[in-house]
């Protein structure tokens, strides 16, 4: 097995888990759930999904590169960066296809996938460049960070679009403002 064949697998991996992870706090909604999955259908909150799919399927990737015993650099690294670019990937081909026709499944899913993608083609450069293995230790305490800000914006979202579940017409975890 390659490392590019790695990233494939990853694709699909984390593509499951998202769909995997999209109900989970509707399941067990406790305040650690609540964190790493979405607790709403707004757009930020499928940010989270997608962030907590790319981190979580990280474990099951280390296993199958050790397992397989593939070269790679820069674990961490890649993990964060793969996770942190889907973000600003999803949202610059979603906002203006949102704006003009509203939220759609088909296209929240395709664009996810495109996402998804994209963030594993940046995984496979930094898993193979060898200029950022000073960073695993950066990279892994701003995983942390990440979810520090997550938590916070979860409990105390901020009032904007982004953060606005238009089906149930609430912004964050129990905050009723319409």
Not at 58 to 86: C, M, P, Q, R
Not at 113 to 136: C, E, T
Not at 156 to 168: H, M, Q
């Amino acid at each position: 097995m390659s490392l590019k064949t790695t990233r494939i697998i990853s694709v699909i991996g984390i593509f499951l888990l998202c769909f995997l992870f999209h109900s989970l706090y509707e399941i067990l909604p406790n305040s650690l759930t609540a964190i790493f999955f979405p607790v709403n259908e707004s757009i930020w909150e499928h940010q989270k999904l997608m962030f907590t799919s790319v981190i979580m399927w990280g474990v099951i990737d280390y296993i199958i590169l050790k397992k397989f015993n593939i070269k790679y650099n820069n674990f961490f690294t890649s993990l964060f960066v793969s996770a942190l670019t889907i973000i600003p990937i999803f949202l610059i081909i979603y906002l203006p296809f949102y704006y003009k026709i509203g939220p759609k499944m088909f296209l929240n899913i395709g664009v996810m996938g495109i996402a998804i993608i994209l963030s594993q083609v940046i995984s496979y450069f930094i898993l193979k460049a060898k200029d950022f293995n000073k960073l695993n230790i950066v990279s892994f305490i701003l995983i942390i960070v990440s979810y520090i800000v997550f938590a916070y914006l979860t409990y105390k979202p901020i009032k904007g679009e982004l953060f606005f579940d238009t089906k149930d017409e609430k912004y964050g975890l129990n905050n009723y403002n319409v």
